[in-house]
């Protein structure tokens, strides 16, 4: 029986190995290692690829959300409007700097955030809206756009997923008033450890974002603000030059076996997210929507099938966050999806007989 991982970083490993080595022993003979010039490369040429102005580079995607909030000045008592459908640091982010995260319903068959939940939440407090571009689907972001200008509301896009995505031809990360990335390794866009970005078009931004992500300290040396240690090392930032030129192509591959999968599962006992057709998705995790999550899983498991779970619950259900009081039932569409959903193998180089594999497999459940 041919097994299928659910996830694998080893080819891709191997194939950028030496450049990577490379990259590391300059960084070592030059003693450069953080926020030198492969980080200001990197945020150079991130910035002209999401199609924005600038790019700060951070020590992770929690951090970019943090600091992009912090940067558009979220204060306590401000509210931001989220969905529940995500991980936990897009609302960790607003709690920690003591604003209230105000978690939404998502629509049934995109699964990102819904727009007319999003309209219904509105109040006096609402500061932010917070589109996830959930698997890598990019948001209805013409609508919220629209709210957003309706009630003066602000922007922040975590686009932790969607490294690449297109709403409409633009690129996600570039519409709101910042985009929020992390680089995880398993991301599209993946570094060997941590590190994360935010962008955005404003330059009265880059300053504060700067000067955060390094203790506070502004260009002329002096502290300026408190701050926090969130910096981006110089490795890190050249494994990302070194893939980013790649991402392109990783994306295609990965939109390739989706489609796939798209067409050939043909069970009446899963479902798929649904893309709007004038959307580019890049299905960061390929997520099925089953009728019994446990027997799913066992039937996938005995044949050899990888598989996760994104997410195991919705956050207004989660420990953390019971303080807000949303009960189970509030938000029907969401708590269904993690209820039932399962991630299946999808990763650049899984090869076609490891494709076929999980398409046969899934289809005999």
Known sequence: MRKVPFFSLELQSQKLKQSVMDAVSKIIDNTSYILGEETTRFEDSFAQYIGVNHSVGVSNGTAALYLGLKALELNEDDEVI??????????????????KPVFVDIDPHTWTINPASVEEAISAKTKLIMPVHLYGNPCAMDELVSLAKKYKLLIAEDAAQAHGARFKGRQV????????????????????????????????????????????????????????????????????????????????RRRAIAQQYNTSIVNSKVSHQKVQESNYAVYHLYVLKVDDRKRFCDHLD????????????????????????????????????????????????????????????????
């Open 173 to 252: 990360g570039s519409i709101g008033d910042m985009g929020c990335f992390s680089f995880y390794p398993s991301k599209n866009l993946g570094a060997m450890g941590d590190a994360g970005a935010v962008c955005f078009n404003d330059p009265g931004y880059e300053e504060k974002l700067k000067a955060y992500r390094n203790c506070g300290k502004d260009a002329a040396g002096a502290f300026e603000y408190l701050g926090f240690n969130y910096r981006m090392t110089n490795f890190q930032a050249a494994v990302l030059n070194i893939k980013l030129p790649f991402l392109a192509e990783w994306n295609e």
């Open 82 to 99: 989220l969905p529940a459908a995500t991980f936990t640091a897009s609302a960790q982010a607003v709690a920690q700097l003591g604003a």
């Open 302 to 365: 005995k044949h050899g099938v990888g598989f996760a779970f994104h997410y195991h619950s919705p956050l207004h259900l989660q420990k953390p966050y019971t303080y807000l009081n949303q009960k189970a039932g509030t938000l029907p569409n969401t708590e269904d999806l993690f209820a039932r959903c399962v991630s299946i193998p999808l990763y650049p180089e899984m090869d076609q007989l490891a494709v076929d594999r999980v398409i046969e497999v899934v289809n005999m459940y």
